[in-house]
């Protein structure tokens, strides 16, 4: 379940994605699977290939991208939703959420 997020920031990553383009958005969210983790960035991109040699810098497996509703993206939880976010220069992002 989703949070914390705005109806902007989902249109222009829906956006990004269907246009092939690396996109992040970040937002609050709770999966009793995964109780230790507040929030999730999804970095979506409709180019598969694209997605998984971007995925190859930070160690994302292939099995990991989600393929539903025409959104492929990778979720990106705890230390490493942190790591990449700042590799990425979305350091906003970190500061927004306190990660």
Not at 75 to 96: H, M, N, S, T
């Amino acid at each position: 379940m989703a949070f914390g997020i705005r109806k902007q920031e989902l249109k222009r990553w829906k956006e990004k994605v269907k246009t092939g383009e690396i996109a992040f958005i970040t937002h609050f969210w709770y999966d009793a699977r995964f109780p230790y983790y507040t929030t999730v960035a999804k970095v979506g991109c409709n180019d598969l290939e694209k997605l998984l040699a971007w995925g190859t810098k930070y160690q994302l497996r292939p099995e990991w991208v989600h393929k539903h509703d025409s959104f492929l993206h990778f979720d990106l939880l705890g230390e490493k939703q942190k790591e990449v976010l700042r590799k990425e220069g979305i350091d906003e992002r970190v500061k927004r959420f306190r990660l």
